[in-house]
DNA sequence: ATGACTTACAGGGTAAGA
């Protein structure tokens, strides 16, 4: 089972991009951020016709999150991320498919800092930190995946020089990676591959593509009960590569099939 | 370097992204 992550940028002038990469790659589930879309434009007809079920939550010009499986549709569990009940950004979707409970989020960016901006950020990723703890004690195998907007030590990132005033840099915000993880999460890339730069995102400035001048911002975490079923892990760097790409590449883990439901212990013989 | 690119919304020039 192929689960990616993919800030679109913008799902309606990318499509196309979108299309090609899901015809090719084939994921069963994709989670999607920065839709730029109201939930009334979002192309739900043209990714059925794709294959792909889907739960959104949009909003008009920013922001938006969405989970997309091939062929079944995802039972959505939550919408919004809990504990602000003022918070109208739609950055947080969750929902079942195949048995795990997957949360597709996109967590503010944050410049410039220090300032509102840097606060909302860091404000959100502690309400993540605490619906996360929730997660990880379920008895769910449980997956969170998204745009986290945090560059979590400068080995994912091809030089500091030029960010180390940026907010996805911030000692606060690498702080509450680290706290995040250290409910048990497991980052998948980082895992998978301990010693090799990634990344997943290459801004549209200077060259940065052509230069593989990358972050590693966009990042899959596999809870206790997830991550035995952990096999591989990567980016398909390709997508950035083609015309009209988003900033992102989709990123992406493989697990096994495990048992949708406990094997029943057979008892005598 | 309030930079550079790119999109949404609107129908020009801001706002936002990272």
Known sequence: MKIATYNINGIRSRLGNLLAWLERERPDVACLQELKAPDAMFPAKALAEAGYEAAWVGQSAWNGVAILARGVRPVVSRRGLPGDAADVQSRYIEAAVDGIVIGCLYLPNGNPQPGPKF??????????IAHAAVLQA???????AGDFNVVPTDFDIYNT???LKDAL???QSR????????????????TIHPDERIYTFWDYFRRHWE???GLRIDH???NKRLAPRLVDAGVDRWVRGEKGASDHAPTWIVLDAGRSRPRRR????
Do not use: I
């Not at 606060?119 to 993540?128: G, N, S, V």
């Not at 379920?138 to 969170?144: C, I, K």
């Not at 057979?266 to 013989?269: K, N, P, Q």
């Open 266 to 269: 057979t008892s005598g013989a």
């Open 138 to 144: 379920s008895r769910h195998p449980v997956l969170l």
């Open 161 to 163: 020089r030029s960010w």
């Open 175 to 190: 702080a509450c990676y680290a706290k995040l993880l250290a409910q048990g999460w497991t980052d998948a890339l980082r």
């Open 220 to 222: 899959l975490l596999l």
């Open 169 to 171: 840099l911030q000692p």
């Open 211 to 213: 230069t593989n001048s």
């Open 119 to 128: 606060d909302y950020k860091l404000a959100w990723f502690e309400r993540l």
